[in-house]
C-alpha cells in the first residue's frame, strides 16, 4: 500500500511540473486559432447597449421586467431568427446570453451580425452575457480575448480576479447574477468564488435572485459536469430562484422551487440551448431533459410578487413553462 502511494505521489508532481513547464513554454500557442478576418466597419464597443456601473436602464426602475434568454449561440442562429424572436417579444426590455455566443475568438461574426440587425431590440436594448468555454483560448494558458471585452463590457463589481465576467446587475425587483464558470477550473477558485456568490445572494434587498453561467452545476448529459464547479457552486446556490446555463446543448430543468408550509425547496435550474447543434442527452444525468433538439429561447418575466418563465421554439411554440410565487 505505501509503494502504491508513493508511486501516485510521484505521478501527480511529474503531472504539476509537466503543467507548469508547458505553462512557462507557452504550449497553448498550438491551440490558437487563426486571425479573425480584418473589418473595417464599427468597432465591436459600439454594437452592442451594455449594462454598466454609471447608467441606470428604464428595464431597471420598472415594477416588472421582461427579457428573453438565450444559450448557446455558436454563430448558428441567422438574422431572420433574431427578427422572429423580437417580433414575438414585444415587451422584451433586456437580453440574457448564456455564452458561446460565437465561436473561438470568432467576433467578426458578431460584428456582421450586428449590423444587419442595427435598428432592432438586439441593438438597442441592454444585454447580459457571460463568456463560455468555446470563446476562450484553448490550452493550458487560456484566456478570454480582448475582443470577448470589447464586445461585452460588463459591471466592474465581481471579484477582484473575475471584472467584467463574473458581476451583478440589480433591477427594482430582481438582482440578476452573471458567473465565469470558465475561470474557476482550479481548486484554488473555490474558496473566491464560493464567497462572493454567497455574499452577492445574502445582501440583495429585491424579491428574486436568478442567475446565469455557462457550465452547469447539474449537467444535462453524463460526464459533462465539471467537479470544480459543482463544489463552487452547489450550495453557493441555493438560496437563488433560478439558475441558468447552457454548454450541454439540450433544453433540461431540475427542481421545483415550490414553497410548502414556510419550506422551500431546491431553486429550479434551467439548461439552455439555442444553436442548431443539438446534442443527444446521456443517462444518468443529474437535470431532467425536456427537449434534446433546438434552437430555443427563455421568455423570463419578473414582478414583486412573481417570477415566470416560458421556454420555447423560435416559432414561439411553448415547450415548458415554470412560474414562482414569492415565498
Not at 209 to 229: D, E, I, L
Request: net charge negative.
Amino acid at each position: 500500500m505505501r509503494i502504491r502511494t508513493i508511486i501516485w505521489l510521484i505521478i501527480a508532481v511529474l503531472i504539476l511540473a509537466g503543467s507548469t513547464i508547458l505553462c512557462a513554454l507557452r504550449w497553448d500557442v498550438w491551440f490558437i486559432t487563426p486571425p479573425e478576418p480584418a473589418w473595417n466597419g464599427d468597432t465591436l464597443s459600439t454594437r452592442f447597449v451594455t449594462f454598466n456601473d454609471s447608467t441606470t436602464y428604464t428595464c431597471q426602475t420598472t415594477d416588472t421586467v421582461t427579457m428573453v434568454v438565450l444559450g448557446d449561440v455558436h454563430n448558428t442562429l441567422t438574422h431572420n431568427d433574431y427578427l422572429q424572436i423580437a417580433a414575438l417579444n414585444p415587451q422584451m426590455q433586456c437580453y440574457a446570453q448564456l455564452g458561446d455566443f460565437v465561436e473561438r475568438e470568432q467576433f467578426y461574426y458578431k460584428q456582421l451580425l450586428m449590423r444587419e440587425l442595427d435598428g432592432t431590440p438586439f441593438t438597442s436594448l441592454p444585454i447580459l452575457a457571460c463568456p463560455g468555454n468555446h470563446e476562450y483560448s484553448k490550452g493550458i494558458n487560456r484566456r478570454l480575448p480582448d475582443s470577448w471585452f470589447a464586445s461585452f463590457p460588463m459591471p466592474l463589481n465581481g471579484p477582484e480576479d473575475g471584472l467584467g465576467t463574473t458581476y451583478y446587475v440589480d433591477f427594482r425587483n430582481l438582482r440578476f447574477i452573471a458567473i465565469d464558470t470558465e475561470d474557476s477550473q482550479l481548486l484554488s477558485d473555490f474558496t473566491r468564488l464560493n464567497a462572493w456568490v454567497k455574499q452577492t445572494i445574502s445582501t440583495a434587498w429585491q424579491p428574486w435572485v436568478v442567475v446565469m453561467m455557462h457550465r452547469p452545476v447539474f449537467a444535462s448529459r453524463k460526464g459533462r459536469m465539471n467537479p470544480t464547479v459543482w463544489m463552487s457552486l452547489a450550495y453557493a446556490l441555493q438560496e437563488a430562484d433560478v439558475i441558468f446555463s447552457g454548454h450541454d446543448h439540450t433544453y433540461a430543468r431540475r427542481g421545483d422551487g415550490l414553497a410548502e408550509d414556510g419550506e422551500t425547496h431546491e431553486p429550479v435550474w434551467i439548461g439552455m440551448t439555442s444553436t442548431t447543434r443539438a446534442r443527444t442527452p446521456k443517462t444518468r444525468s443529474r437535470m431532467d431533459t425536456i427537449v434534446a433538439g433546438g434552437p430555443f429561447y427563455g421568455q423570463l418575466q419578473v414582478s414583486r410578487h412573481e417570477l415566470s418563465l416560458r421556454t420555447c421554439t423560435l416559432d414561439g411554440t411553448c415547450i415548458d413553462s415554470v412560474k414562482l410565487v414569492e415565498r
